[in-house]
């Protein structure tokens, strides 16, 4: 079975840190550009991050630079979203996606460039004191 699980979300104070995962089983990474993506209540899903298939270019929405990093270790098939200084505005199902794609140096966060791919299940991060 192809899919992408996400894991590492939970309940966390503001200020604090959380580092989701992303692995994929069934297919490996190695060939898909990766972004994250989240989905507050009542609000839209938005574009969090991407990061390319060699890692040489990552892109981050304008409301989690210097906060967020992107990575991936694709011996461990998986991609890592760590989350610092967050804010309870953070609060969202956190949504990862892979898309085959031919530039190896190339990623972007538009969840529709992502459809002919693969999407995870989510995974929720509550930031709350």
């Known amino acids: 079975q192809l899919q992408l699980v996400e894991s590492g979300g939970g309940l966390v104070q503001p200020g604090g840190s959380l580092r989701l995962s992303c692995t994929a089983s069934?297919?490996?990474?190695?060939?898909?550009?990766i972004g994250w993506f989240r989905q507050a209540p009542g609000k839209e899903r938005e574009g969090v991050s991407c990061?390319?298939?060699?890692?040489?270019?990552?892109n981050y929405a304008d409301s989690v630079k210097g906060r967020f990093t992107i990575s991936r270790d694709n011996a461990k098939n998986t991609v890592y979203l760590q989350m610092n200084s967050l804010k309870p505005e953070d609060t969202a199902v956190y949504y990862c996606a892979a898309v085959s794609v031919t530039i190896r140096a190339r990623c972007v966060i538009i969840a529709g460039r992502y459809d002919d791919g693969y999407w995870g299940q989510g995974t929720l991060v509550t930031v709350s004191s």
């Open positions: 069934g297919f490996t990474l190695d060939y898909y550009a």
């Open positions: 990061i390319s298939i060699n890692a040489g270019m990552t």
